[in-house]
Nanobody
Framework: QVQLVESGGGLVQAGGSLRLSCAAS????????MAWFRQAPGKERELVAA????????TYADSVKGRFTISRDNAKNAVYLQMNSLKPEDTAVYYC???????????WGQGTQVTVSS
């Protein structure tokens, strides 16, 4: 069974930084594209960043380009999201998941709350 455990969220002032971590129990992790998503109150879940199996290719939502960096460690089955220059509009619950094409996997973790105060 797939398990995704996100951590590292918290309350931070605008301009601050956070580093999110995701531990994935997924036997195909090292060959899977992984991604971070977020869902703000009253909004749909959106793709924030994705990284291919080797870490050699990354993509970002326009709203986070230049501020967020996704990375992974296949030896640890972990994926990370370094978030810098945070803005109040980054406030959301952040989730990691497998990405197959443009479709996330069926299983979701509990997410980690990020709150950015102005």
């Amino acid at each position: 069974q797939v398990q995704l455990v996100e951590s590292g969220g918290g309350l931070v002032q605008a301009g601050g930084s956070l580093r999110l971590s995701c531990a994935a129990s997924l036997h195909t992790f090292s060959t899977s594209t992984m991604a971070w998503f977020r869902q703000a109150p009253g909004k749909e879940r959106e793709l924030v960043a994705a990284i291919n199996w080797s870490g050699g290719r990354t993509t970002y939502a326009d709203s986070v380009k230049g501020r967020f960096t996704i990375s992974r460690d296949n030896a640890k089955n972990a994926v990370y999201l370094q978030m810098n220059s945070l803005k109040p509009e980054d406030t959301a619950v952040y989730y990691c998941n497998v990405l197959v094409g443009i479709t996330p996997g069926d299983y979701w973790g509990q997410g980690t709350q990020v709150t950015v105060s102005s």
